[in-house]
């Protein structure tokens, strides 16, 4: 199964407010909120991107306890992987 992943872009934090109000009308709540940091790596040239690569650094804040996850993805058609690895 693939993943499917919608990013949604919010205009302002008031918006960002109303939205999470209004979800909490309909039954959501907060399960855990966490801080994220992602960093995504690549060349000047994009040369990774361009690969079929991506390479990020995430940092996860969750109340006092911190982890970092490099993550490697490689796109199903990638080329020249063995100049990566």
Not at 53 to 65: A, G, H
Request: include cysteine.
């Amino acid at each position: 199964m693939r993943e499917c992943e919608i990013k949604i872009p919010l205009a302002s934090t008031a918006f960002s407010l109303e939205m999470l109000y209004s979800l909490a009308r309909l039954g959501a709540y907060l399960h855990d909120a966490r801080e994220e940091i992602d960093l995504v790596l690549d060349t000047g040239d994009f040369a990774m991107r361009n690969a079929g690569l991506l390479l990020r650094y995430r940092r996860v804040k969750f109340n006092t306890d911190s982890r970092i996850l490099v993550t490697l993805k490689v796109s199903p058609d990638a080329t020249s992987q063995d100049r990566w690895f």
